[in-house]
């Protein structure tokens, strides 16, 4: 490979992480939520297609993409609330109850996302970083969305949160030791109930990037299994926000690895590369799950790692 | 399994309780009543839905009974349909009752199927005995599945990695893995229109039940589910994966081998699921490609549930979602409604389900006086 090579596949993993990245951050970034508040919600691959399908559906109707953003948004909050209230009686278990959401979310979505299919809603715009290099391919290809800072800031708000914070206090304690919670006179139903629906909130706005942004429309087969991915780099970042976010680059990265080979005329192993990211994912969880690192930061009273 | 047997002797000790007939009998009672009430809330909810959206709740349960139940030809259909869910449901049946949740049924029928397909070529090629063909095939369909399966729970046990999570990950694997060969080194090329493996030929496919147009899958599925159900029940092997799934700790200090029970439990499911694809294949298909990814693995997810991972309520569990799943094109056309309508209703099914958990043993009904609190 010579030089030029390389730097087109640079630029096209810099700018895939920039542009494939955003969904993973946001639902890694609502999962990390949740479960620091103790609960597990696998449901947020049905999220973030109702998300994506909420979103593109709003954005046409109203004419406005950042209505949809919001519109997405609170559809994952709707759905991160049954979750919730579901967890919160006795007996339920949380996984299961997830993977229960994640195909209710997905019937939803495409029940109502069918007339959607076909029609062009507006889009979110973007701007580039790269434009100062007065360099056509890196301008267009360092195109980035307003929602990737907004994820990023979010992010970091949120590790700050954890630590400086009173509220930040009661969310990582009800995760670690709901005991201690309650006897600290704090609702532990009520806690893990605010998490999974802010949780299920920023997952829907992840969707909303998916269908108003990149890949930028709606069909049933828009997200397979970012969701998912996206909840397993939560263990591998340590229930951390700021290595979520650092992930979900990453992982934006290896996503684009395919791409990127394509553009400079490797087509070999086209339908590998598709694979590449759920083996990495797997990869990703052997290496994390046994480590003595997980198992010092993993919330106490979390049930994915048991 | 003879080196299980003696510590399994002392924990059936504490276990005594259990066999008090009319405390069985009762608690029985509940394990069938729960679920029907939560099937009952779910169908309110539905029609409440329908209402909601102009569309009639009582047209809809017609079309359901009708396609999925009312004509022999609809039945027949239902039937074709149950006998993929009864094997994926008993893929997650299985591996529940050592206390696992995997929902890669999907991953293991498509490998499966993809697999008895590939071993096809070179045997149908060969001219070799239908028979041992289709023999040979299921064998592989199984083997792959296995494995498949067996894999998740190996990284389970051995480096503690969550089992649904790496479960729906190997899904999408097998998925993308079965595409990267359909569509490139085994692409049949004489089938322009979808790409698929080469045809195992009709002399080779799997024949019907005399009389019916129902292929043989159902009665692998039946045959199948009665023999887990009696492995589970009535041997040291089943009686050691209920000890497991109840409490690893204590199956660990009492010697049991976990980790060895977890992959066989993970494997045999894998199996279930992997003969699935091969009928899939061999019996409609006829060959390997997309069409292999339905969703009955996802739909045998619920159907598990609803069974109470119980591998004999599998049955008459599958048969009736068969039914739902067989009307949905009838549905769709008389109704107006989009395709997904099945999949709005599982999943509002497997929802319910899961709330009505939370009623075990609130109702006196179903309680015995002195007998100890379910846990």
Redesign the interface.
Known sequence: MNNSALFIVTVALVGGALRVSTPFMFVALGECLTEKSGRVN?GLEGTLVLGAMAGYAISYRSGSPWLGVLGAGCAGSVLGA?HGY?CK?????D???????M??????A??FG?PYIQPSAPRLDSFSLGAWTGNQEIATALQINPLLIVGIVVGLLMAWAFANTRWGLIVRMTGDSAASARAMGVSVDLVRFLCTTAGGFLAGVGGAFLSLYYPGSWNQGLS??QG??A??LV?FARWNPIRCVIAALLFGAAGAIGPALQSIGITQ?Y??F??AP??L??LI??AS??SKRAARDVPGELS??K | MTDIAEPLGRAAISLGQWGDLSVRLRRGAEYIAIPLLALAITGVLFSIFLLALGKSPIEFFQLVDRGGFGTAFSVQNTLQRSSPLILTALAVALPARIGLIIIGGEGALVVGGFAAAVVAIPLVTGNVPPLLTLCVMAAAGMLVGAVWIGIVGYLRYARGVNETIASLLMTYIGIAFMNFFVEGSLRDLTNPNKPSTMPIGDAYMVGKIPGTDVHWGLIAGIVLAILLSILLSRTTFGFAVRVAGGNPRAALAQGLPVGKLIVICCAIAGACAGLAGFFEVAAIQGRANASLVAGYGFTGILVSFLARHNPLAIIPVAILFGGIVASGGLIERRMGLPDATVLVLQGLTFVVLLMSETLYGRFKIFQVRGATERT
């Open positions: 696998l049954m579901i009686l006795p007996r339920v278990n996984i299961a109850v997830g993977i229960a959401m195909l209710f979310g997905t019937g939803v495409f029940f069918k397979s299994g998912l991915m909840v397993a263990i192993g339908y590998f598709n694979a759920y083996i994912t797997l969880m052997i799950a046994g994915i790692t």
